[in-house]
């Protein structure tokens, strides 16, 4: 069972800059995909970024430019530097972790964390 620890969230002017991390525990598996999502009052959870053990990344549209992700997989970690923070990224934040069920599957386990508000005020 993975367990994820998110940290750093918390509310920030437009145009400001907040950095998540999120440490996953428990992992059986050095491949696999760590990311974030986010869900906005009102609306459906959507990716954010995605990171392979391997280091391809993979970002929503509305955040190219403005948001990075990266991991440490000595740590286990995954972060996301947000930049030039918008009104419109206010949400709660969710760390997912993917790993396949068994080398070469197709299928994954999947974890969620529980989640950090982002606030972004205009």
């Known amino acids: 069972q993975v367990q994820l620890v998110e940290s750093g969230g918390g509310s920030v002017q437009a145009g400001g800059s907040l950095r998540l991390s999120c440490a996953a525990s428990g992992s059986s598996s050095s491949i696999n995909t760590m990311g974030w999502y986010r869900r906005a009052p009102e609306k459906q959870r959507e990716l954010v970024a995605t990171v392979r053990s391997g280091g391809s990344t993979n970002y929503a549209d509305s955040v190219k430019g403005r948001f990075t992700i990266s991991r440490d997989n000595a740590k286990n970690t995954v972060y996301l530097q947000m930049s030039s923070l918008k009104p419109e990224d206010t949400a709660v934040y969710y760390c997912?972790?993917?790993?396949?069920?068994?080398?070469?599957?197709?299928?994954?386990?999947?974890?969620w964390g529980q989640g950090t508000q982002v606030t972004v005020s205009s």
């Open positions: 997912n972790y993917r790993e396949p069920i068994s080398p070469g599957s197709r299928l994954d386990y999947e974890y």
